[in-house]
């Protein structure tokens, strides 16, 4: 059973770092692509970045190009999202995602992803 359980979020002030963690169980995540996906209230959910299973391809939103990072620690089965430079537009639930194709390469779309965390909810406030 995989199971995926989002931590690290909280009310930050504009311009602020927070880093978002995810753990997974059940699945290797150096074997399957990983993503963070978002959803603001009253939006649809959107992609925010994504790594490969060899960690050598990572995607982000043009949105958070050069403030956010993706990255992964093998050894704790855990991925992680570095947000720099919050800004308040950058409010939303962030979920994390696996596809269920080991060895494939990252997606854009929620719908190539079959597994998601719970979320965790993260405040830029102005």
């Known amino acids: 059973q995989v199971q995926l359980v989002e931590s690290g979020g909280g009310l930050v002030q504009a311009g602020g770092s927070l880093r978002l963690s995810c753990a997974a169980s059940g699945r290797t995540v150096s074997s399957y692509p990983m993503g963070w996906f978002r959803q603001a209230p009253g939006k649809e959910r959107e992609f925010v970045a994504a790594?490969?299973?060899?960690?050598?391809?990572?995607d982000y939103a043009d949105s958070v190009k050069g403030r956010f990072t993706i990255s992964r620690d093998n050894a704790k089965n855990t991925v992680y999202l570095q947000m720099n430079s919050l800004k308040p537009e950058d409010t939303a639930v962030y979920y994390c995602?696996?596809?269920?194709?080991?060895?494939?390469?990252?997606?854009?779309?929620?719908?190539?992803?079959?597994?998601w965390g719970q979320g965790t909810q993260v405040t830029v406030s102005s």
């Open positions: 790594i490969n299973w060899s960690g050598m391809n990572r």
């Open positions: 995602a696996s596809r269920n194709r080991a060895y494939s390469e990252t997606s854009y779309s929620s719908s190539g992803y079959a597994y």
